[in-house]
């Protein structure tokens, strides 16, 4: 999984793939968010995960949800951005690729810098930094807020 470049904040699936944010050179961005998939008891070589989630700019800190339905991260200086760093979240579509990444908006995206998103292990709370601050919400309040978005999902689709 590593390299010779900067690799960190890492999440995984349930099924053990490891999502990571690396600024790895041959990305799109001074920083993208890979998967290294977990098969046979091994890691395999890192895959970027596309232009549906990175730019040219900079994706980190990934969250990937346990079932690897929703992915959310943090993208700075995009053009739909609130701030200097947002919450994106996109969904796995059902060809198994990842639609284009959405804006989290308003309620959780400000000014200044949002980053770190984390569920907790019961999956019952979402947690992300903002700024300086640590914020918080229950995940089924994420989950009504993820149904905006458009995505189909129905209430058993966010399997956490």
């Given at each position: 999984i590593n390299s010779?470049?900067?690799?960190y904040y890492i999440s995984f699936a349930k099924n053990?793939?490891?999502?990571?944010?690396?600024?790895?050179?041959?990305?799109?961005?001074?920083?993208?968010?890979?998967?290294?998939?977990?098969?046979?008891?091994?890691?395999?070589?890192?895959?970027?995960l596309g232009a549906e989630i990175n730019?040219?700019?900079?994706?980190?800190?990934?969250?990937?949800?346990?079932?690897?339905d929703f992915l959310i991260f943090k993208s700075e200086n995009r053009k739909d951005g609130f701030g200097e760093a947002d919450l994106y979240v996109s969904k796995r579509t059902p060809k198994n690729k990842w639609s284009v990444a959405a804006n989290l908006g308003s309620r959780f995206n400000t000014p200044t810098w949002e980053y770190c998103p984390y569920l907790t292990p019961d999956g019952k709370f979402f947690f992300y930094s903002s700024e300086y601050d640590i914020k918080w919400v229950q995940t089924q309040s994420l989950k009504n807020i993820l149904l905006l978005f458009n995505f189909q999902m129905t209430q058993n689709d966010c399997n956490i």
């Open positions: 010779d470049s900067a690799e053990g793939n490891a999502y990571f944010g690396s600024a790895r050179s041959g990305g799109f961005g001074s920083q993208d968010i890979y998967v290294s998939r977990f098969q046979d008891g091994k890691y395999s070589q890192p895959e970027n730019s040219a700019e900079s994706e980190h800190d990934p969250l990937i949800f346990p079932e690897e």
